[in-house]
């Protein structure tokens, strides 16, 4: 797999039916390992690990309803009262992060109300804080330590 622009990590892998596996701490079980699982796998390891965030405030890959839709986000960390505090959309290395991966966010936190948003390919990553009184947000340079 493509080397990313995060920490080294060290991950836990199988091979089943000829396809690479990942184990994922949050969900507690082998996944198929796509070029966006990689990224995803090591956004939740930086929130683990580097930015002190606990998994049980964490949730990968979970079903949200957006104008009807059933959509699916890929991480949201909630903070210690289960609001939403951090909303994350990961592509794939070869993605490019575009207007429309920030429009894909912006539906998501609609129906979500995330305080900050990250999005990510791996390579690039954007932060945003929400101002949600002025229908604003403010992109940051990191992401904020975890609010209890």
Same mark, same amino acid.
Not at 7 to 16: A, E, L
């Given at each position: 797999?493509?080397?990313? %622009?995060f920490?080294?990590?060290?991950?836990?892998?199988? %091979?089943?039916k000829?396809?690479?596996? #990942?184990?994922?701490? /949050?969900? +507690?079980?082998?996944?198929? $390992?796509?070029?966006?699982?990689?990224?995803?796998?090591?956004?939740?390891?930086?929130? #683990?690990d580097?930015?002190?965030?606990?998994?049980?405030? #964490?949730?990968?890959? +979970?079903?949200?309803? @957006?104008?009807?839709?059933?959509?699916?986000? &890929? /991480?949201?960390?909630? &903070?210690?009262?289960g609001?939403?505090f951090?909303?994350?959309?990961?592509?794939a290395?070869?993605?490019? #992060?575009?207007?429309k991966?920030? &429009?894909? /966010?912006?539906?998501?936190?609609l @129906?979500?109300?995330?305080?900050?948003?990250? @999005?990510?390919?791996? $390579?690039?990553?954007?932060?945003?804080?929400?101002?949600?009184?002025?229908? +604003?947000?403010?992109?940051?340079?990191?992401?904020?330590?975890?609010?209890?």
């Open positions: 797999m493509q080397q990313l %622009n920490p080294s990590y060290s991950f836990r892998f199988k %091979n089943s000829n396809k690479p596996y #990942i184990f994922d701490e /949050i969900r +507690k079980k082998f996944v198929v $390992l796509t070029p966006e699982e990689w990224v995803r796998q090591h956004v939740v390891r930086y929130l #683990i580097d930015k002190k965030y606990s998994k049980s405030f #964490i949730n990968v890959e +979970k079903l949200v309803k @957006v104008n009807g839709i059933n959509k699916r986000y &890929d /991480i949201v960390v909630f &903070d210690s009262k609001n939403i951090l909303l994350i959309e990961c592509k290395p070869e993605v490019p #992060i575009s207007q991966t920030f &429009d894909q /966010i912006a539906q998501y936190n @129906v979500l109300k995330a305080s900050y948003l990250m @999005v990510t390919n791996g $390579l690039n990553h954007y932060f945003c804080q929400m101002d949600f009184e002025n229908e +604003k947000y403010s992109f940051l340079s990191a992401l904020p330590d975890f609010k209890n």
